[in-house]
T-cell receptor, first 112, second 110 residues
Framework: GQQLNQSPQSMFIQEGEDVSMNCTSS?????WLWYKQDPGEGPVLLIA?????ELTSNGRLTAQFGITRKDSFLNISASIPSDVGIYFC????????????FGKGTHLIIQP | KAGVTQTPRYLIKTRGQQVTLSCSPI?????VSWYQQTPGQGLQFLFE???????NKGNFPGRFSGRQFSNSRSEMNVSTLELGDSALYLC?????????FGAGTRLSVL
């Protein structure tokens, strides 16, 4: 089946630093999504990408849908303490009925 | 608008038992999907229901089943529980567009 490789697995950064994480796939997706999950909660959608090459921002977050449709990255600028959490990429091949394929997550830890 | 509601939040069962989890989608959402989240395997797709019909199914054994009612509420059932079924079970609802997740039901199998 499809697999997503998400890296890095964890990041230890200082407040104010920029963060970059990415996902690569063995096969193409038509939609790339980035979620954040806080402890005890379900994933919350951050950014959705629908077209190869698309670059989308949501506040301090920027994500891109790779040209090959097999990769995506998420950048967070000027990190703040509330950015702590686990970030997941997810790909979807088709439309409504297709389930999402998730990466294993990037655990972001901000050091004081 | 209320979010996706999952009950119960926590559940402890023993091997061999069966369990039923419940999900109430966002009002107006007709699509409900279920995912299993474990530290080892991450988030994995179980199945998706739309208008009381299962539209898609992930790669899980037949012990995992679900259904959707006419009011779009959904239940998933796991029979003959195994230790490896311990996980956070997440439900997500969608009308058109994005998927919204509930907080999940944490199932522990002893």
């Amino acid at each position: 089946g499809q697999q997503l490789n998400q890296s890095p697995q964890s990041m230890f950064i200082q407040e104010g630093e920029d963060v970059s994480m990415n996902c690569t796939s063995s096969s193409i997706f038509n939609t790339w999504l980035w979620y954040k999950q806080d402890p005890g909660e379900g994933p919350v959608l951050l950014i959705a990408l629908y077209k190869a090459g698309e670059l989308t921002s949501n506040g301090r977050l920027t994500a891109q849908f790779g040209i090959t449709r097999k990769d995506s990255f998420l950048n967070i600028s000027a990190s703040i303490p509330s950015d702590v959490g686990i970030y997941f990429c997810a790909g979807q091949l088709g439309g409504g009925a297709d389930g999402l394929t998730f990466g294993k997550g990037t655990h972001l830890i901000i050091q004081p | 608008k209320a979010g996706v509601t999952q009950t119960p939040r926590y559940l402890i069962k023993t091997r061999g038992q069966q369990v039923t989890l419940s999900c109430s989608p966002i009002s107006g959402h007709r699509s409900v999907s279920w995912y299993q989240q474990t530290p080892g395997q991450g988030l994995q797709f179980l199945f998706e229901y739309f208008s009381e019909t299962q539209r898609n199914k992930g790669n899980f054994p037949g012990r995992f089943s679900g259904r959707q009612f006419s009011n779009s509420r959904s239940e998933m059932n796991v029979s003959t529980l195994e230790l490896g079924d311990s996980a956070l079970y997440l439900c997500a609802s969608r009308q058109t567009g994005h998927m919204y997740f509930g907080a999940g039901t944490r199932l522990s199998v002893l």
